[in-house]
Protein backbone atom coordinates (compact mmCIF):
# COMPACT_ATOMS: atom_id res chain seq x y z
CA UNK A 1 0.00 0.00 0.00
CA UNK A 2 0.95 3.73 -0.63
CA UNK A 3 2.75 5.17 2.58
CA UNK A 4 4.11 8.52 3.06
CA UNK A 5 6.78 8.96 6.15
CA UNK A 6 7.51 12.19 7.71
CA UNK A 7 9.72 12.29 11.14
CA UNK A 8 7.32 12.30 13.63
CA UNK A 9 8.82 13.16 16.36
CA UNK A 10 9.22 16.86 17.19
CA UNK A 11 12.30 18.39 15.54
CA UNK A 12 14.69 21.03 17.67
CA UNK A 13 16.92 23.24 16.37
CA UNK A 14 18.55 26.06 17.52
CA UNK A 15 17.69 29.70 16.19
CA UNK A 16 20.51 30.21 13.07
CA UNK A 17 20.63 26.67 12.24
CA UNK A 18 19.07 24.75 8.97
CA UNK A 19 16.48 22.65 9.88
CA UNK A 20 16.05 19.48 7.52
CA UNK A 21 13.09 17.84 7.12
CA UNK A 22 12.39 14.19 5.92
CA UNK A 23 9.41 13.01 3.55
CA UNK A 24 10.07 9.40 2.45
CA UNK A 25 7.46 7.81 0.18
CA UNK A 26 6.93 3.94 -1.27
CA UNK A 27 4.74 2.44 -3.49
CA UNK A 28 3.71 6.03 -5.39
CA UNK A 29 4.50 7.74 -8.10
CA UNK A 30 3.67 11.08 -7.51
CA UNK A 31 4.66 13.91 -9.99
CA UNK A 32 4.54 16.83 -7.87
CA UNK A 33 5.10 17.32 -3.90
CA UNK A 34 4.02 20.52 -2.17
CA UNK A 35 4.85 21.27 1.74
CA UNK A 36 2.74 23.26 3.94
CA UNK A 37 2.90 24.94 7.44
CA UNK A 38 0.60 24.45 9.91
CA UNK A 39 0.24 26.43 13.28
CA UNK A 40 -1.79 25.02 16.51
CA UNK A 41 -5.10 25.39 15.25
CA UNK A 42 -5.54 26.47 11.77
CA UNK A 43 -5.80 25.18 8.69
CA UNK A 44 -2.21 24.40 6.35
CA UNK A 45 -0.54 27.32 4.57
CA UNK A 46 1.30 26.05 0.72
CA UNK A 47 5.03 26.83 1.26
CA UNK A 48 6.75 25.18 -1.82
CA UNK A 49 5.74 22.84 -4.90
CA UNK A 50 8.32 20.42 -6.75
CA UNK A 51 7.47 18.57 -9.97
CA UNK A 52 9.07 15.24 -10.37
CA UNK A 53 11.69 16.60 -13.04
CA UNK A 54 12.89 19.27 -10.70
CA UNK A 55 15.42 18.03 -8.32
CA UNK A 56 15.29 21.80 -6.34
CA UNK A 57 13.14 24.17 -5.85
CA UNK A 58 13.83 27.34 -3.71
CA UNK A 59 11.90 30.41 -2.04
CA UNK A 60 14.06 33.06 0.46
CA UNK A 61 15.25 30.25 2.81
CA UNK A 62 13.16 27.70 1.83
CA UNK A 63 14.53 24.97 -0.41
CA UNK A 64 13.23 22.12 -1.58
CA UNK A 65 14.89 18.73 -2.84
CA UNK A 66 13.29 15.95 -4.95
CA UNK A 67 14.66 12.40 -5.33
CA UNK A 68 12.41 10.34 -6.93
CA UNK A 69 15.16 7.35 -6.99
CA UNK A 70 15.30 7.62 -3.21
CA UNK A 71 11.78 8.21 -2.96
CA UNK A 72 12.66 10.98 -1.07
CA UNK A 73 11.99 14.67 -0.41
CA UNK A 74 14.21 16.89 1.71
CA UNK A 75 12.43 20.39 3.22
CA UNK A 76 15.63 23.16 4.54
CA UNK A 77 15.08 26.66 5.95
CA UNK A 78 18.21 28.50 6.58
CA UNK A 79 18.92 30.65 9.12
CA UNK A 80 16.03 29.24 11.22
CA UNK A 81 14.23 31.66 13.18
CA UNK A 82 11.82 30.87 16.04
CA UNK A 83 8.77 32.16 14.11
CA UNK A 84 9.71 28.82 11.70
CA UNK A 85 8.43 27.21 14.92
CA UNK A 86 5.35 25.27 13.37
CA UNK A 87 4.31 21.73 11.64
CA UNK A 88 5.62 21.15 8.13
CA UNK A 89 3.44 18.79 5.97
CA UNK A 90 4.78 17.15 2.75
CA UNK A 91 1.92 15.91 0.17
CA UNK A 92 2.35 13.95 -2.40
CA UNK A 93 -0.02 14.82 -6.17
CA UNK A 94 0.08 11.90 -8.72
CA UNK A 95 -1.51 14.62 -10.90
CA UNK A 96 -4.52 14.74 -13.26
CA UNK A 97 -7.82 14.06 -11.53
CA UNK A 98 -5.73 12.38 -8.83
CA UNK A 99 -6.05 13.13 -5.14
CA UNK A 100 -3.30 14.33 -2.97
CA UNK A 101 -1.99 12.51 -0.07
CA UNK A 102 -0.45 14.45 2.90
CA UNK A 103 1.84 13.11 5.43
CA UNK A 104 1.38 13.38 9.21
CA UNK A 105 3.93 16.29 9.23
CA UNK A 106 6.95 17.10 11.51
CA UNK A 107 6.92 19.26 14.55
CA UNK A 108 9.96 22.01 14.47
CA UNK A 109 10.85 24.07 17.14
CA UNK A 110 13.26 26.52 16.71
CA UNK A 111 15.03 27.61 19.95
CA UNK A 112 16.07 30.96 20.65
CA UNK B 1 -5.66 36.64 -1.48
CA UNK B 2 -7.86 33.67 -1.81
CA UNK B 3 -9.98 32.98 1.20
CA UNK B 4 -11.58 29.95 2.42
CA UNK B 5 -13.96 30.66 5.36
CA UNK B 6 -15.59 27.66 7.47
CA UNK B 7 -18.67 28.61 9.47
CA UNK B 8 -17.79 27.84 12.56
CA UNK B 9 -14.52 27.64 14.64
CA UNK B 10 -16.08 25.51 17.34
CA UNK B 11 -18.89 23.08 17.27
CA UNK B 12 -20.14 20.92 20.01
CA UNK B 13 -22.91 18.33 19.04
CA UNK B 14 -24.80 15.40 20.43
CA UNK B 15 -24.89 11.84 19.48
CA UNK B 16 -26.98 11.31 16.73
CA UNK B 17 -27.84 14.96 15.53
CA UNK B 18 -27.54 15.99 11.73
CA UNK B 19 -24.93 18.11 11.96
CA UNK B 20 -24.26 20.82 9.10
CA UNK B 21 -20.78 22.28 8.15
CA UNK B 22 -20.40 24.67 5.51
CA UNK B 23 -17.18 25.67 3.43
CA UNK B 24 -17.23 29.02 1.12
CA UNK B 25 -14.35 30.02 -1.19
CA UNK B 26 -14.28 33.38 -3.21
CA UNK B 27 -11.50 32.62 -5.89
CA UNK B 28 -14.13 30.61 -8.42
CA UNK B 29 -11.87 27.51 -7.58
CA UNK B 30 -13.39 24.19 -9.22
CA UNK B 31 -12.36 21.85 -6.91
CA UNK B 32 -13.47 21.54 -3.11
CA UNK B 33 -12.39 19.24 -0.17
CA UNK B 34 -13.10 18.12 2.76
CA UNK B 35 -10.79 16.24 5.64
CA UNK B 36 -10.60 15.66 9.15
CA UNK B 37 -7.15 15.89 10.84
CA UNK B 38 -6.50 13.79 14.14
CA UNK B 39 -3.36 13.63 16.05
CA UNK B 40 -1.03 11.26 15.01
CA UNK B 41 -3.41 10.02 11.67
CA UNK B 42 -2.64 13.63 9.87
CA UNK B 43 -5.40 15.02 7.20
CA UNK B 44 -7.62 12.48 5.70
CA UNK B 45 -9.72 13.14 2.68
CA UNK B 46 -13.26 12.63 3.87
CA UNK B 47 -14.81 13.24 0.06
CA UNK B 48 -14.29 16.09 -2.62
CA UNK B 49 -15.70 17.71 -5.61
CA UNK B 50 -14.52 19.27 -9.16
CA UNK B 51 -17.54 20.88 -9.97
CA UNK B 52 -20.84 21.84 -9.03
CA UNK B 53 -23.11 18.69 -7.74
CA UNK B 54 -20.21 16.94 -8.60
CA UNK B 55 -18.56 14.64 -5.38
CA UNK B 56 -15.87 11.80 -5.26
CA UNK B 57 -15.61 9.92 -2.20
CA UNK B 58 -12.11 10.19 -0.65
CA UNK B 59 -10.56 7.61 2.02
CA UNK B 60 -13.13 7.67 4.51
CA UNK B 61 -16.71 8.91 3.24
CA UNK B 62 -18.69 6.28 5.79
CA UNK B 63 -21.23 8.45 7.69
CA UNK B 64 -20.54 11.86 5.93
CA UNK B 65 -22.24 13.49 2.51
CA UNK B 66 -21.73 16.26 1.04
CA UNK B 67 -23.32 19.29 -1.05
CA UNK B 68 -21.99 21.36 -3.67
CA UNK B 69 -25.17 23.18 -4.85
CA UNK B 70 -23.18 26.78 -5.88
CA UNK B 71 -19.37 26.64 -7.22
CA UNK B 72 -18.13 28.43 -4.06
CA UNK B 73 -19.76 26.48 -1.30
CA UNK B 74 -19.37 22.76 -0.33
CA UNK B 75 -21.09 21.61 2.60
CA UNK B 76 -20.23 18.62 4.92
CA UNK B 77 -22.82 16.71 6.56
CA UNK B 78 -22.89 14.14 9.21
CA UNK B 79 -26.11 12.84 9.18
CA UNK B 80 -25.89 11.13 12.73
CA UNK B 81 -23.05 12.50 14.43
CA UNK B 82 -21.15 9.89 16.59
CA UNK B 83 -18.61 10.39 18.93
CA UNK B 84 -15.68 8.79 16.84
CA UNK B 85 -16.27 12.01 14.45
CA UNK B 86 -14.76 14.66 17.16
CA UNK B 87 -12.08 15.86 15.05
CA UNK B 88 -10.42 18.91 13.49
CA UNK B 89 -12.28 19.41 9.87
CA UNK B 90 -10.92 21.26 7.41
CA UNK B 91 -12.30 22.39 4.53
CA UNK B 92 -9.31 23.43 0.72
CA UNK B 93 -9.67 24.51 -2.42
CA UNK B 94 -7.86 24.54 -5.81
CA UNK B 95 -8.21 25.47 -9.22
CA UNK B 96 -8.52 22.49 -11.75
CA UNK B 97 -7.17 19.18 -11.91
CA UNK B 98 -4.76 18.67 -14.52
CA UNK B 99 -1.80 20.93 -13.10
CA UNK B 100 0.03 21.13 -10.50
CA UNK B 101 -1.95 23.32 -7.91
CA UNK B 102 -1.67 23.89 -4.81
CA UNK B 103 -4.25 24.04 -2.26
CA UNK B 104 -5.96 27.39 -0.03
CA UNK B 105 -7.57 25.47 3.23
CA UNK B 106 -9.59 27.23 5.71
CA UNK B 107 -9.65 28.03 9.21
CA UNK B 108 -10.83 24.23 10.22
CA UNK B 109 -13.85 23.62 13.01
CA UNK B 110 -12.75 21.78 15.81
CA UNK B 111 -15.96 19.57 16.20
CA UNK B 112 -16.67 17.63 19.68
CA UNK B 113 -19.74 15.12 19.44
CA UNK B 114 -20.83 14.02 23.26
Known amino acids: SQKIEQNSEALNIQEGKTATLTCNYT??????LQWYRQDPGRGPVFLLLIRENEKEKRKERLKVTFDTTLKQSLFHITASQPADSATYLC???????????FGIGTKLQVIP | DVKVTQSSRYLVKRTGEKVFLECVQD?????MFWYRQDPGLGLRLIYF???????EKGDIPEGYSVSREKKERFSLILESASTNQTSMYLCASSPSFGRAYEQYFGPGTRLTVT
Open chain 1, 27 to 32: NYSPAY
Open chain 1, 91 to 101: ALDPGGYQKVT
Open chain 2, 27 to 31: MDHEN
Open chain 2, 49 to 55: SYDVKMK
